[in-house]
C-alpha cells in the first residue's frame, strides 16, 4: 500500500514562494478592478439596456404625506407663474401647425439625456412627478427652451391592476385628498406651463370630481392636455366651465417595430394638421422613435408645416375640442 506524502510549504524553492505570492497579489487587484468597474458603470448600463426595452413600466418610489412645503404654500396662493418658463418661441402665424409632445421624462437618465440631445426646442417635455432629480431636469428642459408639461396620475378604471402612484387623484378619495395630492404635483412641476393625464381612465369620466381639480389648474394659471383614448371623457366639457386652457392630443405614436410604422403614423399626424389647421401628438422616448421624430421635423418645413409648441397651438385653434375616442368595440368594453 502506498502512502500519502504531502509537501511542507518550508520544503518549496523561494522562486515558487515568490511567484505564488505575485499571482495572489494580481488576483486580488483583478477583483478590486472588476468591482469598482461595477461600482461606477452598473447602473448607467442597466438604464441603458432598460431604454432599449418597449416598457410601459414606471419608476414610482413611495412619498411621505408629511408637511406641505413652502413650493406647495406658494402653489395655493397662485404664484406658480412667478416661476422661469421658456422663452416663447417665434413662430410664423397663420400656418398649420404640428405639436409632438414627449411624456414619461425623468424615469429614465438615458432617455430623458437623449431626449434633451436630439429634440428641437419645439418639441414638449412631459414628466413625470416621480422622476428623481425631477427640478434638476426640469431646469435643463427650460434652458433649451422646451416648453414643459408635468404629469397628473389618475385613477383607472381597473385600479389597483393599473396604478397611477400614490399621489394620483381619485374618485375613491374626498375632495380634501385630491386636493392635497394636486397641491403636491403642483409644486413638483414649477415653471412648467401645465399638466397633462398619466391613466385617468376613471376619474376623466367623474365630473363631480374633475371640476374642483380643473378649477385648482386655472387659478395657477395652468393648461391641460389630455391623452387619446379616454372613453366618455368629461375632460373638455369640464375645462370649458371652468375656463381652464384645455387642448387634446389627436395621436398616440407608438413605438413600432420599424421606421416605416413610424413614419406612417406622422405622416398620419401631419394629415390631421392638414385637414384641422393643427395636430397634436404624443409619444415615449425609445430611441428608435426619437430618431424618426428628428428626421422627420428636419423636412417639416418643406412640406408647408410647422412644428410648435403648445401655447402657439392653443392660440391658433378651436379651444376646447373633445380627445378622441378609442374605437367602439373599445367602448362596449366593460
Given at each position: 500500500?502506498?502512502?500519502?506524502?504531502?509537501?511542507?510549504w518550508?520544503?518549496?524553492?523561494?522562486e515558487?514562494?515568490?511567484?505564488?505570492?505575485?499571482?495572489?497579489?494580481g488576483?486580488g487587484?483583478?477583483?478590486?478592478?472588476?468591482?469598482?468597474w461595477?461600482?461606477?458603470?452598473?447602473?448607467?448600463?442597466?438604464?441603458?439596456?432598460?431604454?432599449?426595452?418597449?416598457?410601459?413600466s414606471?419608476?414610482?418610489?413611495?412619498?411621505?404625506?408629511?408637511?406641505?412645503?413652502?413650493?406647495?404654500?406658494e402653489?395655493?396662493?397662485g404664484?406658480?407663474?412667478?416661476?422661469?418658463?421658456?422663452?416663447?418661441?417665434?413662430?410664423?402665424k397663420?400656418?398649420?401647425?404640428?405639436?409632438?409632445?414627449?411624456?414619461?421624462?425623468?424615469?429614465?437618465?438615458?432617455?430623458?439625456?437623449?431626449?434633451?440631445?436630439?429634440m428641437p426646442?419645439?418639441?414638449?417635455?412631459?414628466?413625470s412627478?416621480?422622476?428623481?432629480?425631477?427640478?434638476?431636469?426640469?431646469k435643463?428642459?427650460?434652458?433649451?427652451n422646451h416648453?414643459?408639461?408635468?404629469q397628473?396620475?389618475?385613477?383607472?378604471?381597473?385600479?389597483?391592476?393599473?396604478?397611477p402612484?400614490p399621489?394620483?387623484?381619485?374618485?375613491?378619495?374626498?375632495?380634501?385628498?385630491n386636493?392635497?395630492?394636486?397641491?403636491?404635483?403642483?409644486?413638483?412641476?414649477k415653471g412648467?406651463i401645465?399638466?397633462?393625464?398619466?391613466?385617468?381612465?376613471?376619474?376623466?369620466t367623474?365630473?363631480?370630481?374633475?371640476?374642483p381639480?380643473?378649477?385648482?389648474l386655472r387659478?395657477?394659471?395652468?393648461?391641460?392636455i389630455?391623452t387619446?383614448?379616454?372613453?366618455k371623457?368629461?375632460g373638455?366639457?369640464?375645462a370649458?366651465?371652468?375656463?381652464?386652457p384645455?387642448?387634446?392630443?389627436?395621436?398616440?405614436?407608438?413605438a413600432?417595430?420599424?421606421?416605416?410604422?413610424i413614419?406612417?403614423?406622422?405622416?398620419?399626424l401631419?394629415?390631421?394638421?392638414?385637414?384641422?389647421?393643427?395636430?397634436?401628438?404624443?409619444?415615449?422616448?425609445?430611441p428608435?422613435?426619437?430618431?424618426?421624430?428628428?428626421l422627420?421635423?428636419?423636412?417639416?418645413?418643406?412640406?408647408?408645416?410647422?412644428?410648435?409648441p403648445?401655447s402657439v397651438?392653443?392660440e391658433?385653434?378651436?379651444?376646447?375640442?373633445?380627445?378622441?375616442q378609442?374605437?367602439?368595440e373599445?367602448?362596449?368594453?366593460?
Amino acid at each position: 500500500m502506498k502512502r500519502k506524502t504531502t509537501m511542507a510549504w518550508s520544503s518549496f524553492p523561494a522562486e515558487h514562494k515568490k511567484r505564488f505570492y505575485q499571482g495572489l497579489a494580481g488576483y486580488g487587484l483583478l477583483c478590486t478592478a472588476v468591482v469598482g468597474w461595477i461600482a461606477v458603470n452598473a447602473g448607467s448600463t442597466v438604464i441603458e439596456w432598460q431604454s432599449r426595452i418597449p416598457s410601459a413600466s414606471a419608476i414610482i418610489k413611495n412619498i411621505s404625506a408629511g408637511k406641505q412645503s413652502e413650493a406647495a404654500t406658494e402653489i395655493r396662493t397662485g404664484n406658480i407663474s412667478t416661476t422661469p418658463r421658456a422663452t416663447p418661441l417665434l413662430v410664423p402665424k397663420k400656418k398649420i401647425y404640428v405639436s409632438v409632445i414627449v411624456s414619461d421624462m425623468g424615469l429614465s437618465s438615458f432617455s430623458t439625456e437623449k431626449t434633451l440631445d436630439d429634440m428641437p426646442p419645439s418639441v414638449v417635455l412631459a414628466f413625470s412627478p416621480y422622476a428623481e432629480n425631477l427640478k434638476t431636469w426640469l431646469k435643463k428642459a427650460t434652458k433649451l427652451n422646451h416648453e414643459t408639461l408635468i404629469q397628473l396620475p389618475m385613477e383607472t378604471t381597473d385600479y389597483p391592476k393599473d396604478d397611477p402612484g400614490p399621489r394620483a387623484v381619485s374618485s375613491r378619495l374626498s375632495d380634501k385628498d385630491n386636493d392635497d395630492n394636486l397641491t403636491w404635483l403642483l409644486a413638483q412641476g414649477k415653471g412648467t406651463i401645465g399638466m397633462i393625464n398619466f391613466m385617468g381612465s376613471r376619474f376623466l369620466t367623474d365630473r363631480k370630481r374633475l371640476s374642483p381639480i380643473f378649477e385648482t389648474l386655472r387659478k395657477n394659471n395652468s393648461m391641460f392636455i389630455e391623452t387619446p383614448g379616454i372613453a366618455k371623457s368629461a375632460g373638455a366639457a369640464i375645462a370649458e366651465q371652468n375656463a381652464l386652457p384645455y387642448l387634446a392630443t389627436d395621436l398616440q405614436i407608438n413605438a413600432g417595430t420599424t421606421d416605416k410604422e413610424i413614419q406612417q403614423q406622422l405622416a398620419n399626424l401631419e394629415k390631421i394638421a392638414r385637414e384641422r389647421g393643427s395636430a397634436i401628438g404624443i409619444t415615449e422616448p425609445y430611441p428608435i422613435t426619437l430618431n424618426a421624430i428628428k428626421l422627420w421635423a428636419a423636412s417639416l418645413g418643406k412640406r408647408g408645416i410647422t412644428l410648435a409648441p403648445l401655447s402657439v397651438v392653443w392660440e391658433n385653434k378651436p379651444k376646447h375640442d373633445k380627445a378622441p375616442q378609442p374605437p367602439q368595440e373599445q367602448l362596449r368594453r366593460p
